[in-house]
Nanobody
Framework: QVQLVESGGGLAQAGGSLRLSCAAS????????LGWFRQVPGKDRECVAA????????DYINSVKGRFTISRDNAKNTVYLQMNSLKPEDTAVYYC?????????????????????WGQGTQVTVSS
């Protein structure tokens, strides 16, 4: 059974930083593309960052480029999202996601036909 446990969310001031972690069990993250999504009430869940399985190439939405960094630690079976220079508009519930397929690229997470495992979500609130 795949379990993804997120941590690291909370309250930050604008300009501050948070690091989200997602520890996996029941699956070997090294074999899979990984991503971080966020969702605010009334809007669709959007992929803010993704990392491929083999090359660890990354992809970001424009609004977080240069501020967020996705990374993976295969030894710890964990994926991270370092969030710097936070803005109030980054406030959302953040979810980690693991592509159900193996050895895929980062764009598998951004595809509308994606099939992923989801974490439970962690709230990030940025105050102005």
């Amino acid at each position: 059974q795949v379990q993804l446990v997120e941590s690291g969310g909370g309250l930050a001031q604008a300009g501050g930083s948070l690091r989200l972690s997602c520890a996996a069990s029941g699956i070997t993250l090294m074999r899979h593309a990984l991503g971080w999504f966020r969702q605010v009430p009334g809007k669709d869940r959007e992929c803010v960052a993704a990392i491929s399985s083999i090359s660890s190439s990354t992809d970001y939405i424009n609004s977080v480029k240069g501020r967020f960094t996705i990374s993976r630690d295969n030894a710890k079976n964990t994926v991270y999202l370092q969030m710097n220079s936070l803005k109030p508009e980054d406030t959302a519930v953040y979810y980690c996601a693991v592509d159900r397929g193996e050895w895929g690229g980062a764009r598998r997470l951004t595809s509308p036909s994606r099939s992923v495992y989801w974490g439970q979500g962690t709230q990030v609130t940025v105050s102005s």
